[in-house]
């Protein structure tokens, strides 16, 4: 049983649905590729824990059968090799086990590796009765992107907290948030009712995926399926509500705000950023009538920085202060793509609204500032 396959398209795919193998791998049987084979046609899957992905490939093979290969070292195996087209041959040997052979034609170089019996690598299937909605690929690759920066952290809890997928008056929200950050984008799709939370690894997974017109998700509930392209991404929900999103809405305003240059803001904060320290990571925003005033220092009092910004000023009172990490609210202001953002502050205890300084936004950020403790 053999398959002859174009190298590049190969690696692509094999690049695609590697965003599955992680490097902490409970199941063994996760560590492999597995190769469907039916006439022609090849799909190959790689799966984690949470999550599936699916390519298709174009193949020069009879009849169907499955193999599965090593993921890592398959996939570097073909990266290092130039050749136009390989061949790869998979037999069970005399003693049970399964072994695949990696050949290039006309040459005497020969890599085998040794497999697993397909029939232990299960794959998730979403039910028939799945509902969907259909969105714009490129759309859905940046906000998932956006959503996935408030659960970065690598810890037991973050591994828990995942991305919300939700119905909006006017299509879909996405929300990814912890316990200090928040950020909320919206998608235009078909209408269908749907809440669910999906793992934050599918992000970069989804990021890595064909940019088709149009993308199609699906859930029955348990599981969520993703489709561009040839690609395909199945993963299990999270239940419970994960991220628990409505302690970030209390209080927040509308009304008043400060307008100021995005590119601007960017510079001061990674700036002050440079004079924050681990004992004091404070960046502490004061507003003067039409100015906006950066400043931090270190306990130690041995550095600090301050930079001024010119603002439009809509409501909030002079004096006003409040302060926050740098490192938390600077992907905010980066993520946001008009030249002005919008600032609403209320309260120096109250989460902050950044915006779009534009009438329809496509997305906000919700950040909790940081309560500075008043000089006696």
């Known amino acids: 049983m053999k398959i002859t396959v174009n190298r590049e ?10 965003n599955a193998l992680g490097n902490k791998v409970i199941i063994d049987s996760f560590r492999y590729i597995m190769f469907d084979v039916k006439d022609g046609k090849c799909y190959i899957y790689a799966r984690n824990e949470q999550m599936q992905i699916r390519a298709f490939i174009n193949v020069v093979a009879q009849g169907e059968f499955r193999f599965c290969v090593p993921g ?27 072994t695949t052979m990696l050949t290039i034609k006309g040459k005497k170089n ?18 028939k009765d799945a509902k969907g909605f259909s969105v714009h690929m490129s759309s859905l690759v940046k906000e998932f992107a956006n959503s ?53 690894s599918i992000a970069s997974a989804v990021a890595m995926m064909p940019i088709s017109p149009e993308a199609k998700i699906g859930t029955d509930g348990t ?16 239940s419970g509500k994960y991220p628990n999103t409505s302690q970030f809405f209390d209080g927040y305003s509308n009304d008043n705000y400060i307008a100021v240059n995005r590119q601007e803001m960017i510079k001061s904060m990674k700036v002050l950023r440079l ?24 306990d130690a009092m041995t550095s600090s920085a301050e930079e001024v910004l010119e603002i439009d000023n809509h409501g909030v009172e002079d004096g006003f202060q409040i302060a ?8 905010a202001v980066t993520n946001i793509e008009s030249e002005t953002v919008k600032i609403h502050l209320v309260s120096p205890e109250k989460f902050v609204f950044i915006t779009e300084a534009k009438e329809e936004i496509s997305g906000y950020w919700l950040v909790c500032p940081i309560v500075i403790p008043k000089e006696a």
């Open 72 to 98: 890592g070292k398959i996939t570097e195996t073909v990266r290092l090799i130039s050749d136009e087209d390989v061949t790869l041959t998979t037999k069970v040997e005399e003693n049970g086990s399964f």
């Open 324 to 331: 926050f990490n740098p490192t938390v609210i600077l992907p």
């Open 275 to 298: 004079y924050s320290t681990t004992e004091n990571r404070a960046m502490v925003m004061s507003v003067d009538k039409n100015e906006l005033t950066l400043s931090g220092k270190n």
């Open 110 to 127: 020969r890599y085998k590796n040794a497999g697993i019996d397909p029939e232990e690598y299960g794959t998730m299937v979403i039910g």
């Open 223 to 238: 599981h969520v399926v993703i489709k561009s392209g040839s690609v395909q991404i199945t993963a299990i929900l999270i």
């Open 9 to 18: 398209s190969l690696l692509k795919a094999l690049d695609v649905v590697g």
């Open 148 to 200: 996935q920066l408030p659960v970065q952290p690598n810890n037991l809890v973050q591994m828990l907290t995942g991305v919300n997928i939700s119905s909006s008056d006017n299509g879909f929200s996405i929300v990814g948030a912890n316990n200090s950050f928040m950020y909320q984008g919206l998608l235009q799709g078909n209408k269908v009712d749907i809440n669910m939370t999906v793992p934050k």
